[in-house]
């Protein structure tokens, strides 16, 4: 079993940063992808990014990618997104996901997510 617990999120001007936090609990976690996701109001989930187990590869969804960088410390169980140069379409709940095989929007566990607001 593991268990994701977000933070971080809050209300942020366009063109700012944040930087969320997703920390799990379990001995797997260190053999697993993690994946970021996002739900805006009125639409599905989407892709954000994923890192590897070790930290050594990533993954972004084109319309961040260049702004959002993932980063994960093994010795913490925390995986990282770094948010740059805001935009307000970045508004959205923000979740972290793992799962034995595959992240992806069908992934085995889920954090309770962060709102992340983008607004002047």
């Known amino acids: 079993q593991v268990q994701l617990v977000e933070s971080g999120g809050g209300l942020v001007q366009p063109g700012g940063s944040l930087r969320l936090s997703c920390a799990a609990s379990g001995r797997t976690f260190n053999r697993y992808s993690m994946g970021w996701f996002r739900q805006a109001p009125g639409k599905e989930r989407e892709f954000v990014g994923e890192?590897?187990?070790?930290?050594?590869?990533?993954y972004y969804a084109d319309s961040v990618k260049g702004r959002f960088t993932i980063s994960r410390d093994n010795a913490k169980n925390t995986v990282y997104l770094q948010m740059n140069r805001l935009k307000p379409e970045d508004t959205a709940i923000y979740y972290c996901?793992?799962?034995?095989?595959?992240?992806?929007?069908?992934?085995?566990?889920w954090g309770q997510g962060t709102q992340v607001t983008v607004s002047s």
């Open positions: 890192i590897s187990w070790s930290g050594e590869a990533t």
């Open positions: 996901a793992t799962d034995p095989v595959a992240v992806t929007a069908y992934s085995d566990y």
